[in-house]
């Protein structure tokens, strides 16, 4: 049986290495970026082509893929002018492996239906690197079915792909994810700030935290920022106030509201605010620092 055709939006770090590792797979891929050297660099491999607009890659492929920043970034390809709708065939899926609203992933669930298509919202965990690989941790969700027939190719792009449950889930389980890992490193980040404009030793503080519960990968990142200066988690101010702010924004949709998240997130922006939004997170804590009452 032939590989099926691919079709994939978004060559950024983590997309264009995942388009990579499809390619050594053996798979042919359909491409679309705005950043037309992204796109040279997939084409100069082999067995690939540039979709002129997301109906054109829908049209061309049995397989959808998104590798996209933002929700409203993913409706604008779905819903605008020559989007994926207008083009997406009966049988066919559009996986989105971004970090979207659950809301949003739903309703874009329901209209591809309409058409036949299916969705599996599948955001990502682990870096580029193991993309490049097919090492991703995949959290997919979405019709049962239609999770089953994809399974295999989305082992093909990740090492441990758990599925969970109803189109959405993949998304909120992200989300959540992320509200605690981004919670933790900036309450951690203020930590050491506050060490420092205490005058307590901060390597100290790592010491007596690091020997007790509060130990984590995380704090071995906040400890890396702010006692030695090596800023290594490689995950961006921006990304982590998107995701806060998609979290709060999920909470609201339920019918309910995180205080926790509405800190955080008003700490993430106001560090945006003053120009760090793309350093990594754990730099927050120059912020901190500086900040006066």
Do not use: W
């Amino acid at each position: 049986m032939s590989k099926p055709v691919i079709g994939f939006i978004g060559l950024g770090l983590m997309g264009g290495n995942m388009v990579e590792n499809l390619q050594k797979r053996g798979f042919e891929v359909v491409v679309m970026d705005l950043n037309k050297d992204a796109v040279a660099k997939v084409l100069a491999r082999g067995n690939a082509s540039e979709a002129s607009s997301p109906k054109d890659l829908a049209e061309k492929c049995d397989i959808v893929q998104l590798c996209l920043t933002t929700s409203a970034v993913v409706e604008k390809i779905v819903y605008g002018d020559n989007g994926i709708l207008a083009g997406i065939k009966d049988g066919s899926v559009l996986i989105d492996f971004g970090t979207s609203i659950p809301a949003s992933t739903k309703k874009i669930g329901a209209d591809l239906a309409k058409k036949g298509a299916g969705m599996i919202d599948a955001p990502l965990g682990r870096t580029p690197a193991h993309a490049k690989d097919g090492l991703l941790n995949i959290m997919a969700a979405g019709d049962k079915a239609t999770f089953d027939k994809y399974e295999p190719i989305l082992k093909q792009q990740g090492e441990n792909v758990f599925y969970l449950g109803a189109l959405g889930a993949g998304h909120t389980t992200k989300l959540i994810n992320n509200f605690m890992g981004m919670t933790t490193v900036t309450a951690m980040s203020q930590a050491f700030a506050a060490a420092e404009l205490a005058g307590v030793d901060r390597q100290q503080l790592f010491d007596i935290m690091s020997s007790g519960p509060s130990n984590s990968p995380f704090m071995k990142f906040c400890k890396n920022y702010a006692v030695d200066g090596v800023s290594d988690l490689g995950f961006s101010i921006n990304n982590a106030n998107k995701d806060l702010g998609y979290f709060v924004q999920m909470m609201s949709d339920l019918g309910s509201r995180s205080l926790v998240a509405e800190s955080t997130s008003t700490s993430l922006q106001a560090a945006v605010d003053a120009g760090m939004g793309n350093g990594n997170v754990p730099e927050i804590f120059d912020y901190f620092v500086k900040l006066k009452k």
